[in-house]
């Protein structure tokens, strides 16, 4: 995450950096060798079919068996690999996400009003009919994912749901993803990754008609692929490196803010983590803090090289600054660690999800406790999109009725239009109907 050069101009004088990012490469692009590579295995994909996507899982993921689909006994009985303790955690997860879930749904409401006597208009939210979730499951098995998309797409009212995920290091299904898939009412669960597994669920090779929509984080080719597929399904969104931003002031904790920072820089070694405060002492203080918690910090390979290279600390001169650095920097998850947090939650526009005090941490989302959707926009997606949500699933269908009473009027202002627009067949669309009418009032 970078501030914009018109922001820092219009700025100037306002703020300065107490820590910035060592690299100067953007953490988020398209690759042009990733985008290569996905568009020859898409067009390998759609020219050889399954057999193709057997080759790309037997040679990337070390799959060596004739069916990657998962029985539904197996898809029941994942939870009993796992330890009562953590079976309840992932149970609240999907609990509380789809509770949060069912109140946007409930938020969503047909509505019909009459523009004028005898126009009648309205819309309506029908579900599309199925979605393809991908659910990371590498070196970190992000169980919540499939709270976030299969659960969701449920809520919304999505008949179809299958899932993706690729094999472990063991070479087989991550039981916690796959229980979590379960609890979140997935239909079918395929053990595939990678763009394979996106082509699969989008050109319709795993037993079901091609899937309307994929959703699911992933690596760049997974990225990559939703990117190529785009128009051919719908998607989620396009989501990068995962970033985290924190606003906060003299009164902030800055172990607290510095453990929340390497938190989301723990996703990747390109992951952004940004501190606009205004106070310059708590800013020092979490750039010393940030360095103290790495030096035992048991994935330092990860966040250490994130931090050193994309985290960045800012002071600025008052509130008024730190809103117009953050809203420009537009970031996926945004934490407020102030004596007024009401008064930036009032004011910031920008940012994928808010976490509002102290006490607030973006863990808690990203684990599913808090019920709130993680598929978020990043790389500045924040500034024009919002995250997935039931949202997204639903289609606002419109429709209009019209009366024999109310075609008088609408006829000839379309008749009027047509004619200046030069639209023969449109004007004559009106002329007919304004024709019937009136052979009908001569009878």
């Given at each position: 995450m970078?501030?914009?050069?018109?922001?820092?101009?219009?700025l100037?004088?306002r703020?300065?950096?107490?820590?910035?990012?060592a690299?100067?490469?953007?953490?988020?692009?398209?690759?042009p060798?990733?985008a290569?590579?996905?568009?020859?295995?898409?067009?390998?994909?759609?020219?050889?079919?399954?057999d193709?996507?057997?080759?790309?899982?037997r040679?990337l993921?070390?799959?060596?068996?004739?069916?990657?689909?998962?029985?539904r006994?197996?898809i029941?009985?994942?939870?009993?690999?796992?330890t009562?303790?953590?079976r309840?955690?992932?149970?609240?997860?999907?609990?509380?996400?789809?509770r949060f879930?069912?109140?946007?749904?409930?938020?969503?409401?047909?509505?019909e009003?009459?523009?004028?006597?005898?126009?009648?208009?309205?819309?309506?939210?029908v579900p599309?009919?199925s979605?393809?979730?991908?659910?990371?499951a590498?070196?970190?098995?992000?169980?919540?994912?499939?709270?976030?998309?299969?659960?969701?797409?449920k809520?919304?009212?999505?008949?179809?749901v299958?899932?993706?995920?690729?094999?472990?290091?063991?070479?087989q299904?991550?039981?916690a993803?796959?229980?979590?898939?379960?609890?979140?009412?997935?239909?079918?669960?395929?053990?595939?990754?990678?763009?394979?597994a996106?082509?699969?669920?989008?050109?319709?090779?795993?037993?079901?008609?091609?899937?309307?929509?994929?959703?699911?984080?992933?690596?760049?080719?997974?990225a990559?692929?939703?990117?190529?597929?785009?128009?051919?399904?719908?998607?989620?969104?396009?989501?990068?490196?995962?970033?985290?931003a924190?606003?906060?002031?003299?009164?902030a904790?800055?172990?607290?803010?510095?453990?929340?920072?390497?938190?989301?820089?723990?996703?990747?070694?390109?992951?952004?983590?940004?501190?606009?405060?205004?106070?310059?002492?708590?800013?020092?203080?979490v750039?010393e803090?940030?360095?103290?918690q790495?030096?035992s910090?048991?994935t330092?390979?990860i966040?250490?090289?994130?931090?050193?290279?994309?985290?960045?600390?800012?002071?600025a001169?008052?509130r008024?600054?730190?809103?117009?650095?953050?809203?420009?920097?537009?970031?996926e998850?945004?934490?407020i660690?102030?004596?007024?947090?009401?008064?930036y939650?009032?004011?910031?526009r920008n940012?994928?999800?808010?976490?509002?005090?102290?006490?607030?941490?973006?863990a808690?989302?990203?684990?599913?406790?808090?019920?709130?959707?993680?598929v978020?926009?990043?790389?500045?997606g924040?500034?024009h999109s919002?995250?997935?949500?039931v949202?997204?699933?639903?289609?606002?269908?419109?429709?209009?009725?019209?009366?024999?009473?109310?075609t008088?009027?609408?006829?000839?202002?379309?008749?009027?239009i047509?004619?200046?627009?030069?639209?023969?067949?449109?004007?004559?669309?009106?002329?007919?109907?304004?024709?019937?009418?009136?052979?009908?009032?001569?009878r």
């Amino acid at each position: 995450m970078r501030f914009s050069s018109r922001l820092l101009g219009d700025l100037a004088g306002r703020f300065e950096h107490l820590k910035a990012p060592a690299s100067d490469a953007p953490a988020a692009q398209q690759d042009p060798l990733v985008a290569q590579r996905v568009s020859e295995m898409l067009g390998e994909i759609e020219r050889d079919g399954f057999d193709a996507v057997l080759r790309y899982a037997r040679d990337l993921d070390g799959w060596d068996q004739p069916d990657v689909e998962l029985s539904r006994e197996a898809i029941r009985a994942s939870g009993d690999a796992l330890t009562p303790e953590h079976r309840a955690a992932l149970e609240l997860g999907a609990e509380r996400t789809r509770r949060f879930a069912d109140l946007q749904r409930a938020g969503l409401s047909d509505a019909e009003v009459e523009l004028a006597p005898g126009l009648t208009t309205g819309y309506r939210y029908v579900p599309v009919q199925s979605v393809g979730a991908y659910l990371p499951a590498g070196r970190f098995p992000l169980t919540a994912g499939a709270f976030m998309t299969v659960g969701v797409a449920k809520a919304a009212g999505v008949p179809t749901v299958v899932a993706c995920l690729p094999p472990g290091k063991n070479g087989q299904a991550d039981p916690a993803v796959v229980y979590s898939a379960h609890l979140s009412g997935v239909d079918r669960v395929f053990v595939l990754g990678g763009v394979q597994a996106l082509a699969a669920m989008s050109f319709g090779l795993l037993g079901e008609a091609p899937v309307d929509m994929i959703v699911g984080a992933g690596n760049a080719f997974v990225a990559e692929a939703k990117r190529q597929l785009f128009g051919r399904v719908a998607i989620d969104l396009l989501a990068g490196p995962s970033e985290v931003a924190v606003i906060a002031d003299e009164t902030a904790d800055p172990e607290l803010v510095a453990a929340d920072l390497l938190g989301q820089a723990e996703h990747g070694v390109n992951s952004p983590a940004a501190l606009v405060t205004t106070s310059r002492e708590l800013g020092e203080a979490v750039v010393e803090e940030a360095d103290k918690q790495l030096s035992s910090l048991a994935t330092e390979e990860i966040a250490g090289p994130a931090w050193r290279d994309f985290g960045s600390v800012t002071w600025a001169r008052d509130r008024e600054t730190a809103v117009a650095l953050m809203d420009d920097l537009a970031p996926e998850h945004l934490e407020i660690q102030t004596a007024d947090d009401d008064f930036y939650h009032d004011s910031l526009r920008n940012y994928g999800s808010v976490f509002l005090g102290t006490w607030s941490t973006v863990a808690y989302s990203d684990k599913g406790m808090a019920g709130t959707n993680h598929v978020l926009p990043t790389a500045g997606g924040a500034r024009h999109s919002a995250g997935l949500s039931v949202s997204r699933f639903l289609k606002p269908l419109t429709y209009q009725r019209v009366s024999r009473e109310a075609t008088p009027l609408l006829a000839e202002a379309v008749e009027t239009i047509s004619d200046y627009e030069g639209m023969a067949a449109h004007q004559a669309t009106a002329t007919l109907r304004l024709e019937r009418l009136r052979k009908d009032e001569d009878r």
